[in-house]
């Protein structure tokens, strides 16, 4: 029987130490928190000190928490000592502490120590057994501090969110303020207005090659103002407005003489970026491999707990990933030169090792996300590792080795050309040195308009030298709004502002589109219609000083003091309760007024035409309700996507309400979960619907087919839906028939009569599953097509279209691995049977 018992979180964290540690170690997981706050109640005393009350998490269909407690304290009894080895930051401590109190024998007393580790290999694990310590008291107020304020705003306030809105919502912390942020970024785009401006381009030759352009710099002393900006022109600047005045200036320029006035050339260096802290690397995988904040984390956790390297067992192949520290130990600093200086030449090696100054709030006892051994290129993992993980493993190895090489180094050329009065600026820059490059660049959220112009080459050129004018061309442009949110741009919104940690960035990525605050579109976060009404009525009904970005990071800041010691948990949470208290009494009022209270109107119902519907507030925002026939519609017209409400064809706003194709009845404007839509004033006899878009335009009406529906004999239309054309019967929703679309193959499922059609997910993506689905559910991701594999004869093959490789087909079959492009990425083999989870 082992001596000492070691319990961590999981049992892949569990298996990887366990080969480290020797016959004398039982290690056992806990499965994460075993107590928390009870499911029903507040389980925090107000009136005492803010006491919580925990219980063991209850048994569900995924865990059974009773049986994983019995086993642990089983182990601690028969144990000499019990180790507690949870993750390294506040949840992990007080995971330790709960285990302390439930797992470790009071009687006879037993000795427990903590032990940390930022890796998860021999060295790391061994060190930490040599020195073990007590629990951090801080650690534990700290975390106790931050799940108390989430109970007592999620407890008190969601209720009254789905009393007076309805459904099960939720408020937040932290999730309502990055709600309130997409909203606010919304408005400011809706309210946005374009403005006109120009540029006007020389093309030009010198002596020498090759031909370069250039761009109107300076008119006399004033610069040329260009690019998304506000209209607030100074008194040094002069801004193009027109056409008619970019074409005089054209006109003048051309019968002027291009002279060189001033050459420069400066050496630039381009020194490399620290290595990842959590956010740096949600963002990074965001920008550049496309993954979810949720799926990075949970892949870069698997690299960390350990993946099977064949003989050598399971290995941790990454340090701690919640981390917003950049500090790096000695003895990794030690390796990865050592590895720069053979594999890539001194000449990339600075003289010193790079150190890079952490954020003042950062907890530096963490080191930043690198490699556990730098010796383990890539390359040397791609056998062992799934293609999503490999790809987050070279991120995280490019990144920390580039970031202790050396600079890149660039001259960098602007020439400035006289012509009359204007001055045209000519910019460029030649790399003389790769350095950190060599390896590694940055991705960005948004391309710079100077990125093509700094990375051109430029003719040498001598003051005083004519130039050739090969064109000149004005161009006009329009100021932009300020983009949407990406996952990477919101998370990097939040850590500027000091909201959030980095364990808490991937559950507020995933809780404002769980609860559809927020549906992301081609990659960018736009707020529903629900989570407009949702941030407006906390905002106005009295939280606006709480779910503020200035308060929320007065808290975080608040809470990393306790964890410091210097104030107490207990001091946090008074300052913030009693400022709590008041903001819910005037919400009280507020919702209380809102509901109560109908705003009449001139407004007159498109079903029964009385006059006078009143105001009232809804699920969705505000709406008009008839008194006489209890009809409801939309209290405003839809936005368009500049703002404003939306125009007929015509570009006026329409005045008469458009007729029902079905019915002929007025249609009139709706709003629900997806937002604003075209509801039929028949309903409920009549149930037809249009959505409108984005861009405020109302989706077209169905189109009659020349075919009849199999289920009524009805004619069949084309419908305009939520995730684009599909074919349904004309007679719904009497009939709800809708045409699947398929492919062409047939289930390859033995004794199913189906064949594979497209079918769309609750996100909007396309994936082929079995027209015979529930009772086959058979799914692809990648499409069919019917060409029977070349090497093992299956009957289709599936087709992938990459911006790597391109497009190319490979075997479903997972033990045949036949691709048409051997070049291709390793392919993600599709698991049939997951159907529901697509839906």
Known sequence: MAKNLVIVESPAKAKTINKYLGKDYLVKASIGHIKDLPAKGLGVDVDHDFEPTYELIPDSKKRNNKKIVAELKKAAKEADAIYLAADPDREGEAICQHLAEEIVPKKPAKPAFRVMFNEITKRAVNEAFDHPRQIDANLVDAQQARRVLDRLVGYKVSPLLCKTIGGRLSAGRVQSVALRMVVEREREIEQFL??????????????????FDSRLFKIEEKTVKTGGFDQDVKKNEVLIGEGSTATDIVSEAEKQSFVVNDVTTKERKRNPVPPFITSKLQQEASRKLGFAVKKTMMLAQHLYEGVELGSEGSVGLITYMRTDSTRVSDAALGEV?????????NQYLPEKAVHYRSKKDAQDAHEA????EVARTPDSLAQFLKPEELKLYRLIW???VASQMMAAVFDQTTIDIQAGRFIFRATGSVQKFDGFLKLYQEGRDEKADDDDEAERSLPLVEKGETLKLNSITPEQHFTEPPPRYTEATLVKALEEKGIGRPSTYAAIMSTIQDRE???????RFHPTALGTTVSDLLIKGGFDDLFNETYTARMEEELDAVE??????TTALKEFYAKFVGDLAQFNTYIKDIKDVNTPTNEVCLKCGAEG???????????????SCEATRDAAPAPSADGGSSPSENGEQSAEPEACELCNKPMQMKRGRFGPFLGCTGYPECRNIRKIGKSGVAAPAPVPLDEKCPVDDAQLVKRFGRFGEFISCSNYPKCKYIKQETVGVSCPRPGCKGEIVVKKSKRG???????EYPNCNIVYWDKPVLEACPQCNAPFLLEKTTKKTGTFRYCANEECGYRSDESAEVITKPKPGVQDEAR
């Open 369 to 372: 996300i690198r490699p556990s």
């Open 564 to 569: 410091e010691g210097k104030i107490k948990w």
């Open 398 to 400: 490019q990144r920390f």
């Open 765 to 771: 993506k396309a994936f082929y599953g079995c027209s």
């Open 194 to 211: 374009k403005t006109e401006y120009w540029t006007i381009g020389a093309n030009l030759s010198s002596k020498l090659p090759p031909a």
């Open 337 to 345: 030169r050592d590895f720069i200086g053979k594999q890539y030449g």
């Open 517 to 523: 605050y927020v549906e992301k579109l081609q990659g």
């Open 613 to 627: 519907m009143v105001q009232k507030w809804g699920r969705f925002g505000s709406y008009l309700k008839c008194l």
